[in-house]
């Protein structure tokens, strides 16, 4: 999730575990402790670029890393306090708000490394990295829990109230994406596609709007389905595998091409231009609707520069003019009107 929400969640726990001994103190390092597993995101500009997809929420983002160093920041802590407050407690705050940010990166797409060093990553893929229908009412409720004092109970209760609408805004996530995917294949096949390997996804900032992705033999073709409305057929992307052009790609050094396949779980599209490659993994989606069509590529991949027929440069792709182009007003519609 994005660093806002785990800020909200580090402190609310932290609210839990330590706020009526420590007052303001425990949601501010409960805070710092929920946004310690994201620092991993320095370490990729030590990383070739594919390597870094890896690297970030990997063992920054482990059980493994939470009981290791939580003893470690405590310990920081409980002397820069002069030991004021239980050593005991301080690492308490700091593995559950280190252990709830995976927890909760668990349910983006993206997931987490949550076992390594096992080369597993788990995710749900049940609610967008932002989402501001789960962070703004949950953040609404700690901010003014926190103007009460420690050991009132209305401070406590807001804080436990903010926690359980999280938890049930997660299981919500589930449960609709659970009755998309059950209803996917029917969807595909009213409109003459006979797909296979079908992945469901929420679009970006809603839990209202979600994206079905399923392929044949040579194409991948994106769905959308809202809450409010039936499916429309009109609204299916195609793109095509050219997964050949992967497979025919060579490197100079090592080669990437097992690990892009990794990284995507097999839901890419390649292109080719002259000169350049380009790998796009569609897990993340297209820019199509959220800028009504004036934009189409998907929104994550990597570019390649060729020379020689050997891959010398790799970037991470980013479209030029995509975000530029956001419609929120069409996407509203899309999302609420049929």
Do not use: C
């Not at 079908?198 to 994206?211: E, R």
């Amino acid at each position: 999730m994005d660093s806002l929400t785990q800020i909200i969640l580090g402190a609310a726990v932290g609210e839990v575990v330590a706020g009526k001994k420590m007052g303001n103190r425990a949601p501010f390092w409960g805070a710092i402790a929920g946004t310690i597993p994201d620092l991993d995101v320095f370490m990729r500009f030590f990383y070739h670029p594919i390597d870094a997809a890896l690297v970030h929420r990997g063992f920054s983002h482990s059980l493994v890393f939470a009981i290791l160093f939580s003893p470690i920041f405590a310990w920081l802590v409980y002397r820069l306090y002069q030991r004021k407050n239980e050593y005991s407690l301080w690492v308490k705050l700091f593995f559950w708000g280190i252990v709830t940010h995976p927890i909760l990166d668990m349910f983006t797409n993206y997931g987490t490394s949550f076992l390594w060093p096992f080369d597993l990553r788990i995710t749900f893929n049940t609610v967008f990295v932002i989402d501001p229908l789960y962070t703004i009412p949950f953040g609404l409720l700690l901010l003014i829990a926190l103007f009460f004092k420690r050991d009132h109970r209305w401070r406590q209760r807001l804080n436990q109230i903010g926690l359980i609408y999280s938890s049930a805004y997660l299981l919500w996530g589930v449960i609709i994406k659970l009755f998309i995917l059950s209803h996917s294949h029917q969807y595909f096949k009213g409109a003459g596609i006979q797909g296979e390997n079908t992945m469901v996804t929420p679009m970006p900032l809603t839990s209202f709007y979600w994206m079905m992705l399923t392929e044949d033999q040579d194409h991948y073709y994106v769905g959308y389905k809202s809450l409010f409305y039936d499916f429309h057929r009109q609204d299916i992307d195609t793109f095509p595998k050219n997964h050949h052009i992967l497979d025919e790609l060579k490197w100079k050094g090592k080669n990437y091409t097992s690990t892009l396949k990794h990284i995507s779980n097999g839901y890419y599209s390649m292109e080719s231009k002259g000169n350049q490659a380009y790998f796009y993994d569609l897990r993340f989606g297209s820019l199509g609707l959220i800028t009504d069509k004036k934009e189409e590529k998907p929104i994550m991949g990597y570019e390649f520069s060729i020379h020689k027929g050997i891959v010398y440069k790799t970037s991470v792709f980013r479209s030029k003019n995509g975000f530029k182009n956001i419609n929120f007003e069409a996407y509203y519609h899309k999302i609420f009107n049929p």
